[in-house]
């Protein structure tokens, strides 16, 4: 399999090019289509190797005062002999937006651009259409040469993973009833991360949560002229960005009461994990482009991505740049992301309640809302489990390294859903590097990472079909 995966390459990569081609922004109303027709285009290319499907309906949801079709999940299943194991693989075929060249593109987001040094460039190439069309190319090898699978196969690809994931958990609980799509599955993989650097891969058994919210501060009927109306009235802006600079310190450390006093201190053994580590601080300097970490020590810098909590402001909404108006109703929008013993739900009252109470002080007349959005618990898994022995042989075998045992700072909500519904434990086994930019201008993944990432998939799935049925736990 590996040599057909090195000749078939360019045809591996012409078609993450059709994937990357259509603009599958689930966050976006008028992008909705293009998600439906890549999720048409993902059961046509799971049919093609012999993938019995499924496009289930999850029904509709508001987005923008919109009522719309969610995207269908797309189910697949391969195998069904009791003697292997079944693994259950999850992906996404969604994208996060963009602005084109507004945003600092300097490629078209929506055309795979090559360059010389093997970068392919292109909106949805590491996160998740890469990883999703490696298991494809395993198939394909499995299809043309008529080989059996090592083990049976069942697959979970959605397209609202960028937005909340409306209705998977629901659909993830009705399959895994007796007679379901995922009844009797022994271990879950996801490929939607990365490596933590260039160089070194990893396995992902930790991730933190994510609690998002939108604030809303609102006062005159309309825009007002500032020459006019500056100074006369309680400015919507202004109180907003009052509001948002009490929630983080430039440190990072989050200012809002009881939210840091949730996480117990480190112990001594979980600092020399983290030194040991193959990451240093040029790995994240190289990865955002810039000399500016917090800390110059990189045990301290791990364990803020990895183990401690994070509120980050992302954007403020309304208003204009050009003029001098002042708004009428502005928006800013932040996250947390969560450590155990942390939940979307004892987080929220802690933030609404400080911000609710920082904004009474003001003495504002302005009126303040408070929108908590979809979010998702902090997962771990236990690292020593079957299913990460068959994934760390399988970086042995095509890495010829060791990878590092990681937590990851982001945060992938599925994963707890599959674990607790299933039962079964799930491994995080990435394809693309630390620098690859998901979720920002220039997302890329480089040829290698795609290739190798390939082969890699493959032999996780010989790892797996060769641990013997009685010797698996769940």
Known sequence: MPGFIDVNAESFIQRLAEAVAMPSVSGDVKHRDDVFKMAHWLDAQLKSYDVETKLVDLGKHIMDDQELPLPPAVLGSTGNDASKKTVLIYGHFDVQPVSHFSDGWVTEPFILTVSPNGQMFGRGSTDDNGPVLGWLNVLQWHSENKQELPVNIKFCFEGMEESGSNGLDELVEREVKKGGWFEDVDCVCISDNNWLNTRTPILTYDLRGISYFKVTVSGP????????????????????????????????????????????????????????????????????????????????????????????????????????????????????????????????????????????????????????????????????????????????????????????????????????????????????????????????????????????????????????RKDIQA
């Open 221 to 468: 009927a309309w825009d007002l002229h500032s020459g006019m109306f500056g100074r006369t009235i309680h400015e919507p802006m202004t109180d907003l960005v009052m509001l948002m600079s009490k929630l983080v310190d430039v440190k990072g450390n989050i200012l809002i009461p009881g939210i840091e006093d949730m996480v117990p201190s480190p112990l001594a053994d979980e600092q020399a994990v983290h030194e040991r580590m193959d990451y240093d601080i040029n790995d994240i300097e190289t990865a955002v482009g810039a000399k500016m970490t917090l800390s110059p020590n990189k045990v301290n810098v791990l364990m803020g991505r990895m183990r401690s909590p994070a509120l980050s402001l992302h954007g403020i909404e309304g208003g204009a740049v050009a003029k001098t108006v002042i708004p009428a109703i502005v928006t800013g929008s932040l996250s947390v992301r969560l450590v155990p013993p942390q939940t979307p739900d004892n987080i929220r009252s802690l933030v609404t309640s400080y911000l609710e109470s920082e904004f009474a002080k003001s003495g504002s007349k302005n009126t303040m809302s408070i929108e908590n959005m979809p979010g998702g618990k902090p997962w771990a898994a236990d690292m020593y489990h079957w299913n990460y022995e068959a994934a760390r042989e399988a970086m042995r075998q095509v890495y010829g390294v060791e990878p590092d045992m990681a937590r990851d700072g982001g945060s992938i909500p599925v994963a707890l859903t599959f674990a607790e519904a299933t039962g079964a434990n799930v491994v995080l086994l990435p394809m693309g590097r630390g620098d690859d930019g998901a979720h920002s201008t220039n997302e890329k993944l480089d040829r290698s990472n795609f290739i190798q990432g390939s082969k890699l998939m493959g032999a996780y799935l010989y790892e797996l079909g060769a641990i013997p």
